[in-house]
């Protein structure tokens, strides 16, 4: 009995120590989900430049597998629970932070079919005067619906891994792809 009373006075102990300390913890969701962004690209763009005075540049590419002519809703990025920004299909959009340790996530910003889109989480501490690249790999299939003149690519699943990559594979990725110009909708 006593053993009994003691593990309920413990666990009772920590769960009111824990209260305050899971408050206090940030929400690092990736943003209002009621943001959207257009997104256009532009082929021929230069590279960044490098970050501002003692900010960190992260660069969000956006990669996707051959979907025979289907189109994908774009894909929306955020830093520590902020979006700031979004790719459609093959394109990259690059901003500065501030030095630290980053929440990243990768979100459609649309359907991928018909289940629910699936947040992509990368965390990673940011030093200054440093560029990083991250790739956000969109893997789809569709399936033709419809006949002749009136079919249709549909949608059926979709995919997303987001994930760091080297330097040497950021750019190189970065090159192959149109720079994102997005705004946010009103």
């Not at 459609?88 to 340790?101: C, L, M």
Request: contains cysteine; glycine residues 10%.
């Amino acid at each position: 009995m006593k053993q009994s009373l003691g593990l309920l006075l413990f666990f009772a102990a920590l769960s009111y120590i824990a209260q305050p300390w899971a408050a206090a913890q940030p929400d690092f969701g990736c943003g209002d989900d009621k943001v959207k962004f257009d997104v256009v690209t532009r082929k021929g763009q230069p590279e960044p430049g490098a970050p501002a005075g003692g900010q960190s540049k992260i660069v969000f590419i956006e990669t996707v597998d051959e979907c025979g002519g289907c189109t994908t809703p774009p894909l929306r990025f955020g830093v520590d629970g902020q979006w700031l920004g979004a790719n459609r299909g093959n394109s990259y959009f690059a901003v500065d932070v501030v030095p630290g340790i980053h929440h990243l996530c990768a979100l459609s910003q649309g359907s991928l079919g018909p289940s629910k889109p699936e947040v992509r989480w990368v965390n990673f501490a940011a030093a200054a005067d440093r560029v990083y690249y991250f790739v956000a790999n969109l893997s789809v299939i569709s399936r033709l619906q419809g006949v002749g003149l009136d079919a249709t690519l549909e949608l059926q699943q979709g995919a997303v891994n987001f994930a760091q990559v080297s330097e040497e594979e950021g750019k190189r990725r970065m090159k192959a792809s149109p720079l994102s110009v997005w705004r946010r909708k009103k």
